[in-house]
């Protein structure tokens, strides 16, 4: 079977390509949150084990973000799930 051609536009408009690029960002942030936890674990001076870990939690929160993306839940629903998560009621 020979592989269909698209534009860089037609790629973009395609939500199976959308999702495979947004599930690679995923498992980037997968592999960046590990790396960073791993040298803030080994880390010894406090400031520097902060900026991992900052980078840990920032990395975290673009997952999150991404993965409500690909469950198609809307901001609205986005923010009533992280209120959930954090017991703080609406």
Known sequence: MKEKHQTP?????NPVWLRGQIAELIDDCDENIAEDQALADKERDDARRARYEASVDCHRHWRRQLERILAGKTS??????TLATLGVQP
Not at 9 to 13: E, F, G, H, L
Not at 76 to 81: H, Q, Y
């Open 9 to 13: 536009s037609q790629r973009i408009a």
């Open 76 to 81: 609205t629903e986005s923010l009533a799930d």
